[in-house]
């Protein structure tokens, strides 16, 4: 497989002299900090109106499912539409359903609108790392996307602790007014300060385009494991994040914000310290690291205990850095972005699904037990799919 070596020595200032880097890292930043705001909000009033693990787990990363449907149908817009338009109308989109989940609705209607936010953003990921993609030079697109995945990392942490104290002064609903009004800062940034820069291929986007696509990137044995190994394992670890609320209300933030703070280091060394076949070679010991430390919460142990397991798993993260470095080079330029866009869709797919099936446990056992049940099938998945490709390479 080739790599280019450019990906470990491009430094990060080049990247923000790069046209169009800093406002999309920028717009994004502001996107992925109201996402923190709004999921741990709505995730904790869910929870205080019923007390129920399933539908706690469910209003934080339930809309994820309805990412399957956008994947399905929407996706070939990620190279068809124009990038600027489309990720303002998605923070648009986003600030608007946001502010009417802080009204006192039913329900019903609070996951449709949930529902409603997964089906748009579906393009959301497709869009935005196509258009990364697009704007750095030829080998710069790993770093670049590492420069992201580590600036969400102390922004999801600054988040989950901004969340956690705004809990304790305000109401649930107040506190996603604001996470609102970031998703609109979000459109206006975006709006005005990225280039009107034209789709990347021509033709409408239509389902039968989407679906053609997604075939032809699925029918690669090679691409097929490595969408795999980005979407499940990755998926089940976020369905132990998804019962933190549950695990224990009061500690949730500081959970998230521990998560958040070993994903940072795991980025950090993969994107920057690793060597390109190291990174490679990584990649499974990193993904079995995600998944291990989670065992730990079978025994109940104290917070320090948990925040360090979690902390320590979180680094494993650092694999989908790898993973989509390898992606890239098994894919023609032309369908970069939606290729990106199939894998955020169904790596966040996926998630909901693992949200669903962990709240699920929770709810017939307790949320300990689900979560290290959760991380059993992770490891399970990732040795699976390890060998798989090992003896595809002895094959051939």
């Keep these: 497989m080739p790599t280019d070596t450019t990906a470990t020595t491009t430094p990060y200032t080049t990247l923000f002299r790069t046209p169009e880097f800093t406002p999309l890292f920028l717009s994004s930043a502001a996107h992925v900090a109201a996402q923190t705001l709004a999921g741990l909000a709505l995730g904790t009033h869910v929870y205080e109106r019923t007390g129920s693990p399933l539908l706690s787990a469910l209003s934080m990363f339930g809309p994820s499912l309805a990412q399957a449907l956008g994947a399905t149908f929407l996706l070939s817009g990620a190279d068809r539409l124009r990038p600027r338009t489309t990720l303002t109308t ?23 609108l949930l529902l409603l936010q997964g089906l748009v953003s579906a393009l959301g990921g497709g869009v935005r790392w196509g258009l990364l993609n697009e704007i750095l030079p030829p080998g710069a697109y790993l770093p670049g996307r590492a420069l992201f995945n580590m600036a969400n990392g102390p922004t999801q942490i600054a988040g989950y602790a901004t969340a956690g104290l705004l809990l304790t002064l305000l109401t649930p609903p107040q506190v996603l007014l604001l996470a609102a009004l970031l998703y609109a800062a979000s459109a206006t940034f975006t709006r005005t300060s990225l280039t009107d820069r034209p789709p990347r291929t021509t033709g409408r986007p239509t389902p039968a385009e989407t679906w053609r696509t997604n075939a032809e990137l699925w029918q690669d044995r090679p691409r097929r494991l490595t969408y795999l190994g980005l979407w499940i394992p990755n998926g089940l670890i976020v369905g132990c994040e998804s019962l933190f609320v549950a695990h224990d209300p009061g500690a949730a933030g500081t959970l998230f914000a521990c998560a958040a703070l070993g994903m940072l280091a795991g980025d950090v060394t993969v994107g920057r310290v690793l060597k390109p076949a190291a990174r490679q070679r990584a990649a499974t010991p990193l993904l079995l690291l995600l998944a291990a430390p989670y065992a730990v919460f079978a025994f109940s142990p104290p917070l320090p205990v948990t925040a360090t397991a979690t902390a320590l798993a979180s680094i494993g993260f650092g694999a989908s850095l790898a993973q989509q470095e390898r992606l890239m080079n098994l894919t023609p330029p032309q369908l970069a972005g939606h290729a990106l866009g199939l894998h955020s869709s169904g790596m966040i797919t996926l998630q909901g699904l693992a949200a669903a099936a962990a709240g699920t446990l929770a709810q017939l056992t307790t949320p300990a037990r689900a979560m290290t049940a959760m991380a059993a099938a992770s490891v399970a998945v990732t040795l699976a799919l390890h060998l798989a490709d090992k003896g595809r390479r002895i094959r051939r």
């Excluded at 502010?99 to 609070?110: F, I, N, R």
């Design 90 to 112: 998605l923070s648009g989109s986003f600030a608007v359903t946001t502010a009417l989940l802080a009204l006192p609705l039913p329900l019903p209607v609070v996951f449709g």
